[in-house]
C-alpha cells in the first residue's frame, strides 16, 4: 500500500507479509523396554526398581541383585513405555507432534524531495518469527524466536549533471533466543551441586536413546542461547563523470555490539554407555556448566573506503579498474572478559589478553573487469572480471592460537562475519554467524 502524503514531494509506502504453517512430524525413538500388548507381549520389564533385568550385572558396573540405585529411580519412570517394535526388535516409543511457524515480516518507506537536486528516503523494516519442534521424548521440545529491526536514511544530492553524491545512515538490531524448556520446571530436584538452571538435565544412554531427532532423554543440552546484535552503518558513496571516466569513490564504516549468552550444560548432560551402567546410578561421562562466565559482549568496527574507474576506451569496449581496502578492529569483550591459548600448551595455558593479532591491516582488494558491445549495436554482450576479495575469518579454531595464527581472508560488505565466544576466560570456544546489514541496502 502506499500513495502521496504531499503532491509531488512525499510519499509513503508500507508492506506487509504473514506466514501460518502447521507441519506435522512423526517422531520415533528407542525407549526402555517393557511389554507391548498387542505386539510384544513377552518383552521383559525394565522398569521395576528391584530384580530388573536390564539393570542385572556381573561385570562393570556389579550389579547381581538388578536394583535400581540412586538418582535413576527418578530418572526411568520419565522414558516413554513403548509401543511399537523396531528394526531387531527393539523397543521403541512414537508420538505426533505439530510444529507451529509463524513469520510476522512488515515495511514501511517515507520518500521526500526536498527539490530537483536533493531527494531523501527513510525506511524501516521487521521481521519476527517462531518455530518450535519436538525432541526424542515428551514433553521435551525447542523453540526458536527470532526478530530483525532495520532503519535506513539516505539522501541523494546532485551536485551538476556530471556529480552526484548519496549518504545513508542505518541501524539494525537482531535478537534470536532458542530455548529447551526443562518442562518439569524449577520444582524438579536438582541433580549435581551448584546447578545454575533449574530442571531436568539431559540423559543420553548408549543403545536406548536412539531417536529420529536425535539428542537424549531431557531438553537440549546446550540450550537456552540468547544473542543481541546491533550494527550502527555509515556508507557515503559519489559518482563523477569526466569525458571518457565515469569515476566511483566511497566509504564504508560499520560499528558492532554483539551480546552472547551460552548456557551450556547448566542443567547437566550425563552419559551411561549402558542401560545397566545407568540403572546402577554411574555414568561414564557427565559435563556440567558452573559458569558464571556465560555472557560476552563484543565490540569492534570495519572502516571501508573504496575507488573506481568505468573507462570508456572504444565506443564498444568500457575497462573496469578499482581498489578496495577494508580494516576491522579486533573483537574486544566490553567487560575485558578476553583471552587466547597455544596449541602445544598444557593446562593452564589461557592468556588473558587479545583474542588474536589483528589480520586485517593489508586487506587490500584491486579488481578489474570489461564490458564489450561485440557488434556496436547494443545486442550482444561480453563480459569479464577478476578480482582479489578478502574476507573476514569463517571460523576461528579454539585450540589454534589466535593471536598468533589468525592468518584469515578478509571481507566482503555484503555479509559480515563476526566471532561467536563463550564459556569462561580463555575457554575458546568460536563460532560463525553471518548477519547480512540489510538495513544499508536498497
Same mark, same amino acid.
Given at each position: 500500500?502506499?500513495?502521496?502524503?504531499?503532491?509531488?514531494?512525499?510519499?509513503?509506502?508500507?508492506?506487509?507479509?504473514?506466514?501460518?504453517?502447521?507441519?506435522?512430524?512423526?517422531?520415533?525413538?528407542?525407549?526402555?523396554?517393557?511389554?507391548?500388548?498387542?505386539?510384544?507381549?513377552?518383552?521383559?520389564?525394565?522398569?521395576?526398581?528391584?530384580?530388573?533385568?536390564?539393570?542385572?550385572?556381573?561385570?562393570?558396573?556389579?550389579?547381581?541383585?538388578?536394583?535400581?540405585?540412586?538418582?535413576?529411580?527418578?530418572?526411568?519412570?520419565?522414558?516413554?513405555?513403548?509401543?511399537?517394535?523396531?528394526?531387531?526388535?527393539?523397543?521403541?516409543?512414537?508420538?505426533?507432534?505439530?510444529?507451529?511457524?509463524?513469520?510476522?515480516?512488515?515495511?514501511?518507506?517515507?520518500?521526500?524531495?526536498?527539490?530537483?537536486?536533493?531527494?531523501?528516503?527513510?525506511?524501516?523494516?521487521?521481521?519476527?518469527?517462531?518455530?518450535?519442534?519436538?525432541?526424542?521424548?515428551?514433553?521435551?521440545?525447542?523453540?526458536?524466536?527470532?526478530?530483525?529491526?532495520?532503519?535506513?536514511?539516505?539522501?541523494?544530492?546532485?551536485?551538476?549533471?556530471?556529480?552526484?553524491?548519496?549518504?545513508?545512515?542505518?541501524?539494525?538490531?537482531?535478537?534470536?533466543?532458542?530455548?529447551?524448556?526443562?518442562?518439569?520446571?524449577?520444582?524438579?530436584?536438582?541433580?549435581?551441586?551448584?546447578?545454575?538452571?533449574?530442571?531436568?538435565?539431559?540423559?543420553?544412554?548408549?543403545?536406548?536413546?536412539?531417536?529420529?531427532?536425535?539428542?537424549?532423554?531431557?531438553?537440549?543440552?546446550?540450550?537456552?542461547?540468547d544473542q543481541l546484535q546491533h550494527i550502527f552503518t555509515?556508507?557515503?558513496?559519489?559518482?563523477?563523470?569526466?569525458?571518457?571516466?565515469?569515476?566511483?569513490?566511497?566509504?564504508?564504516?560499520?560499528?558492532?555490539?554483539?551480546?552472547?549468552?551460552?548456557?551450556?550444560?547448566?542443567?547437566?548432560?550425563?552419559?551411561?554407555t549402558s542401560l545397566a551402567q545407568f540403572l546402577s546410578?554411574?555414568?561414564? %561421562? #557427565?559435563?556440567? +556448566? =558452573?559458569?558464571?562466565?556465560? *555472557? /560476552?559482549?563484543? !565490540?569492534?568496527?570495519?572502516?571501508?573506503?573504496?575507488? @573506481?574507474?568505468?573507462?570508456?576506451?572504444?565506443?564498444?569496449?568500457?575497462?573496469?579498474?578499482?581498489?578496495?581496502?577494508?580494516?576491522?578492529?579486533?573483537?574486544?569483550?566490553?567487560?575485558?572478559?578476553?583471552?587466547?591459548?597455544?596449541?602445544?600448551?598444557?593446562?593452564?595455558?589461557?592468556?588473558?589478553?587479545?583474542?588474536?593479532?589483528?589480520?586485517?591491516?593489508?586487506?587490500?582488494?584491486?579488481?578489474?573487469?570489461?564490458?564489450?558491445?561485440?557488434?556496436?549495436?547494443?545486442?550482444? %554482450? #561480453?563480459?569479464? +572480471? =577478476?578480482?582479489?576479495?578478502? *574476507? /573476514?575469518?569463517? !571460523?576461528?579454531?579454539?585450540?589454534?592460537?589466535?593471536? @598468533?595464527?589468525?592468518?584469515?581472508?578478509?571481507?566482503?560488505?555484503?555479509?559480515?562475519?563476526?566471532?561467536?565466544?563463550?564459556?569462561?576466560?580463555g575457554r575458546g570456544q568460536y563460532d560463525r554467524r553471518?548477519?547480512?546489514?540489510?538495513?544499508?541496502?536498497?
Amino acid at each position: 500500500m502506499g500513495g502521496p502524503v504531499k503532491k509531488d514531494k512525499t510519499f509513503f509506502f508500507g508492506a506487509f507479509e504473514g506466514l501460518r504453517e502447521t507441519i506435522g512430524q512423526t517422531i520415533v525413538s528407542t525407549t526402555v523396554s517393557a511389554p507391548i500388548p498387542g505386539i510384544a507381549p513377552n518383552l521383559q520389564n525394565c522398569f521395576v526398581l528391584t530384580n530388573n533385568p536390564c539393570a542385572k550385572s556381573t561385570t562393570n558396573p556389579v550389579n547381581p541383585t538388578g536394583a535400581v540405585i540412586g538418582g535413576a529411580q527418578v530418572i526411568l519412570p520419565l522414558f516413554p513405555h513403548p509401543n511399537l517394535l523396531g528394526p531387531n526388535n527393539l523397543p521403541e516409543a512414537t508420538y505426533p507432534f505439530s510444529e507451529p511457524i509463524t513469520e510476522n515480516w512488515g515495511q514501511g518507506r517515507l520518500d521526500h524531495t526536498f527539490s530537483a537536486a536533493d531527494a531523501f528516503f527513510a525506511r524501516y523494516t521487521i521481521d519476527d518469527s517462531y518455530y518450535a519442534n519436538g525432541l526424542a521424548y515428551q514433553p521435551f521440545d525447542q523453540t526458536q524466536a527470532t526478530r530483525g529491526q532495520f532503519v535506513t536514511f539516505s539522501e541523494n544530492h546532485i551536485f551538476s549533471s556530471a556529480l552526484l553524491n548519496t549518504a545513508r545512515f542505518s541501524f539494525s538490531r537482531t535478537t534470536y533466543h532458542i530455548d529447551s524448556p526443562s518442562t518439569f520446571g524449577p520444582g524438579f530436584p536438582s541433580l549435581f551441586v551448584g546447578q545454575q538452571n533449574p530442571g531436568l538435565g539431559t540423559f543420553q544412554i548408549t543403545g536406548v536413546t536412539v531417536s529420529t531427532q536425535g539428542g537424549g532423554l531431557g531438553p537440549t543440552s546446550t540450550l537456552p542461547v540468547d544473542q543481541l546484535q546491533h550494527i550502527f552503518t555509515w556508507s557515503d558513496d559519489l559518482f563523477y563523470v569526466k569525458g571518457k571516466h565515469s569515476f566511483k569513490f566511497g566509504t564504508l564504516i560499520n560499528h558492532y555490539q554483539q551480546d552472547m549468552f551460552n548456557n551450556n550444560a547448566n542443567r547437566g548432560a550425563f552419559t551411561s554407555t549402558s542401560l545397566a551402567q545407568f540403572l546402577s546410578g554411574s555414568f561414564s %561421562s #557427565v559435563t556440567v +556448566g =558452573l559458569g558464571p562466565y556465560d *555472557r /560476552r559482549h563484543y !565490540r569492534y568496527s570495519t572502516f571501508g573506503v573504496y575507488a @573506481q574507474d568505468d573507462y570508456k576506451i572504444l565506443p564498444n569496449l568500457t575497462l573496469n579498474l578499482g581498489l578496495r581496502y577494508e580494516f576491522a578492529t579486533v573483537a574486544t569483550d566490553r567487560d575485558g572478559l578476553n583471552s587466547s591459548s597455544t596449541p602445544t600448551c598444557t593446562y593452564p595455558c589461557y592468556q588473558v589478553g587479545p583474542l588474536y593479532n589483528n589480520p586485517y591491516l593489508h586487506n587490500f582488494s584491486p579488481r578489474i573487469g570489461f564490458a564489450w558491445d561485440v557488434f556496436g549495436n547494443g545486442k550482444t %554482450s #561480453v563480459r569479464g +572480471g =577478476l578480482a582479489s576479495v578478502r *574476507r /573476514r575469518n569463517a !571460523r576461528f579454531d579454539a585450540q589454534c592460537d589466535c593471536r @598468533q595464527s589468525a592468518t584469515v581472508w578478509g571481507l566482503h560488505h555484503s555479509g559480515h562475519y563476526f566471532l561467536y565466544y563463550s564459556g569462561w576466560p580463555g575457554r575458546g570456544q568460536y563460532d560463525r554467524r553471518n548477519q547480512p546489514d540489510r538495513g544499508a541496502r536498497p
